[in-house]
T-cell receptor, first 112, second 113 residues
């Protein structure tokens, strides 16, 4: 059974800090891994998608890496801003069932 | 359309009533997924469609829940005889290919009183 865990569960930092959010998964038979952000009371916004054959993806201040063999992904946020405050979710797309399995989430607060 | 559209955005219903939630996926996306997120909880998979068929219904909580998809497009999630524990945000997502990511709608917030 695929399990996805995110560490830390919550994080509160001052503006300007560089952040690292961690995601680990137990089964490496995945098509890809996707990072999302969710604002309170809202749906999910896709941030980055990494295919199983890729090592990393970048978008603006965000960089996500994937080490499939060790079952880990890292989301790096550079120069954090208050607008980055949200819950960040990682999800893996399983090969056998095609559905996304979500992590437990990291609740991020960036204060001015 | 440009994104995944869900309606209604909010629904308040009395216990015991039936409700229908609608999802309009991105045009051309063959795969469609329903998830549920209860207050303070993670995302719970409900059902997955490939075209009009549902290869995986394993997440439906009970036989009060059903879903269909017609024309390879719009999907409807129906909850019969709603209970208070059905209160949650119901999220729909669509995807084009296995190597593509999911795109989520804004969700329907269901409150059963």
């Amino acid at each position: 059974k695929q399990e996805v865990t995110q560490i830390p569960a919550a994080l509160s930092v001052p503006e300007g800090e560089n952040l690292v959010l961690n995601c680990s998964f137990t089964d490496s038979a995945i098509y890809n891994l996707q990072w999302f952000r969710q604002d309170p009371g809202k749906g999910l916004t896709s941030l980055l998608l990494i295919q199983s054959s890729q090592r990393e993806q970048t978008s603006g201040r965000l960089n996500a890496s994937l080490d499939k063999s060790s079952g880990r992904s890292t989301l790096y946020i550079a120069a954090s801003q208050p607008g980055d405050s949200a819950t960040y979710l990682c999800a893996v797309r399983r090969v056998d069932t095609d559905k996304l399995i979500f992590g437990t989430g990291t609740r991020l607060q960036v204060f001015p | 359309g440009a994104g995944v559209s869900q309606s209604p955005s909010n629904k308040v219903t009395e216990k015991g009533k039936d409700v229908e939630l609608r999802c309009d996926p991105i045009s051309g996306h063959t795969a469609l997924y329903w998830y549920r997120q209860s207050l303070g909880q993670g995302l719970e998979f409900l059902i997955y469609f490939q075209g009009n068929s549902a290869p995986d219904k394993s997440g439906l909580p009970s036989d009060r829940f059903s879903a269909e998809r017609t024309g390879g497009s719009v999907s409807t999630l129906t909850i019969q005889r709603t209970q208070q524990e059905d209160s949650a945000v119901y999220l729909c997502a669509s995807s084009a290919l296995l190597t593509h990511g999911y795109t989520f709608g804004s969700g329907t917030r269901l409150t059963v009183v």
